[in-house]
């Protein structure tokens, strides 16, 4: 039982653990973040070079401006996929994509704005619109919603996804030392391995797509920036189209940027709401968005699989997600590289992602019963609720979409959910949560998360 309890004991210092152990972990989180971060350039036409390097970048800069505080890993966010489709659907996409980066540029500074309310009126009077009744059912939604990308991925060859989900789990459970410390690399490995043993087809795309690459490439194209639209056909209907159709989507992801951030702290138990503080992560997640838009990389979002790493792993060094972003960047360099991670087998994925989203909607779970709220009373049962059909619901069924004018805006479920719940928890009567204190009025208690010291 000691021993035990010793190998599930939190690490704080990954230092302790060796450079070559700590550099593993660093690619167990860059394989964590790699096929959700990956698959939105996919999806929109983006370039992945250009996806690394800025997730890299933008990662490196979120540091930066919380003090290397936080063990966020900032990848690709999938809430502007519907921005980006109805930009594209106005043109040719090609040509399309540039001024819709340049929409999502400017949903970016929307982040700098609510950053500064938080600055202004402090973290208690704004988050008290943000209590674990909101939040947790978020981050569990934001889990559940993701179950049908794993499941759709694990059913290309359940052989290949299971044995990735087993390797995870063996590793995790039974595992010692730092097989149990890097459970999601392990999986990936392994299931690639078998895929490549049982799928001949599979084996043979990759050995195409990876001779067919290059060694060195550069991963900036400036024909696909959001600079290249200010030259010859530049249109300005098309770019106030563009802002005024993408920036709201903003208000949603800022909802998400809160949930990631109390799920990091329930994770890692340590109050970063408080310190470094809303203010810095929105600033540094924000300027991250809008470096990458301008320069023709997807939006950047904390990365809830990195925080499913962060809980299975139990290093909780933010070194580490530096760590990271560095192999990110040197390998968006490598187009070889790149290849032989885009040709991983599509179960292979799933399998690591179905345990993945699972720990997110986990931490939810856990953030609404450690502040220990209380179902008892009717109007968190209605919050809770509604916050999960909606998110769920919209999600499998069509995203809801209105009109301002002739331009068409279209909301997740997501970020329906999230709204309506602010909203619901905002005027129902009956709230019993503080921020900063739990329901016995405990101090250093917040979102799930324990003050250090």
Known sequence: MENQNKTNEAIYDARKLGLPKTLVLGLQHMFAMFGATVLVPAITGLDVATTLLFAGLGTLLF????????????GSSFAFLGGYAAISALGEPSKMLPYACFGVACA????????????????????????????????????????????????????????????????????????????????????YIVSMIVDPASRAAVAQKVSEAAWIGLPIHWEKTAFSIFGEGFDSSLLITSIITIMPIALATIVEHIGDMCAISSTVDKNFVEDPGLHRTLVGDGLA?????????????TYGENTGVLALSRVFDPMVVRLAAVFAILLSFCPKFAALIVAMPTATMGGVSMVLYGMISAVGVRNVVENQVDFTKSRNVLVAAVILVLAIG?????????????????????????????????????????????????????FGARQDG
């Open 63 to 74: 540091h930066l401006i919380t003090g290397g505080k936080v063990p966020a890993f900032l």
């Open 108 to 191: 970016g500074l929307v982040y700098l704005v609510l950053a500064l309310l938080f600055k202004l009126f402090g973290a208690k009077k704004v988050m008290r619109f943000f209590p674990p009744i909101v939040t947790g059912p978020i981050i569990i939604a934001i889990g559940l919603t993701l179950s049908g990308t794993a499941i759709s991925s694990c059913s290309a060859n359940w052989i290949v996804a299971l044995a990735a989900i087993l390797v995870v789990i063996i590793c995790n459970i039974w595992g010692k030392g730092m097989i149990k410390i890097i459970p999601i690399l392990l999986g990936v490995v392994a299931s």
């Open 289 to 301: 968005t809008t470096l990458a838009s301008l320069f023709g990389a997807p939006a950047n979002t």
């Open 394 to 446: 919209i999600h499998y069924t069509a995203p809801i979409t209105f009109a301002i004018g002739s331009v068409t805006i279209s909301l997740s479920g997501l970020a329906v959910a999230a709204l309506v719940g602010i909203f619901m928890n905002a005027v129902l009567p009956g709230k019993d949560y503080e921020f900063g204190t739990n329901q016995q009025g405990d101090t250093a208690v917040n």
